[in-house]
């Protein structure tokens, strides 16, 4: 079982960054792909990004591309979202996921476990 747990939302304004974090636990971290989505009120959960178990970045909503880029410390158990040039639009609660099982190949679906979430908002 993998539990995961966000941080580094807030409140900034159009055009600024935010840093979110996500940390796991367990000792097979780096055993799993991971990925990042979003939900904005009213909306449905949107894949954001996917960062492959050697730190390599699988995919990019477009929406996102060329802003946001995902990465991760294996070390520290801990995957990270930067995002620049933030968007009124990209306001959201903002979730870390992993597949159910480690190795297994995912880009846009089939995780499973979920962290609480942490919520982004973008003022213009």
């Known amino acids: 079982q993998v539990q995961l747990v966000e941080s580094g939302g807030g409140l900034v304004q159009a055009g600024g960054s935010l840093r979110l974090s996500c940390a796991a636990s367990?000792?097979?971290?780096?055993?799993?792909?991971m990925g990042w989505f979003r939900q904005a009120p009213g909306k449905g959960r949107e894949f954001v990004a996917a960062?492959?178990?050697?730190?390599?970045?699988?995919a990019y909503a477009d929406s996102v591309k060329g802003r946001f880029t995902i990465s991760r410390d294996n070390a520290k158990n801990t995957v990270y979202l930067e995002m620049n040039s933030l968007k009124p639009e990209d306001t959201a609660v903002y979730y870390c996921?992993?597949?159910?099982?480690?190795?297994?190949?995912?880009?846009?679906?089939?995780?499973?476990?979920w962290g609480q979430g942490t919520q982004v908002t973008v003022s213009s």
């Open positions: 960062i492959s178990r050697d730190s390599v970045p699988i």
């Open positions: 367990g000792r097979t971290f780096s055993t799993y792909t």
């Open positions: 996921a992993a597949p159910g099982r480690p190795f297994q190949i995912v880009t846009s679906g089939d995780y499973t476990y």
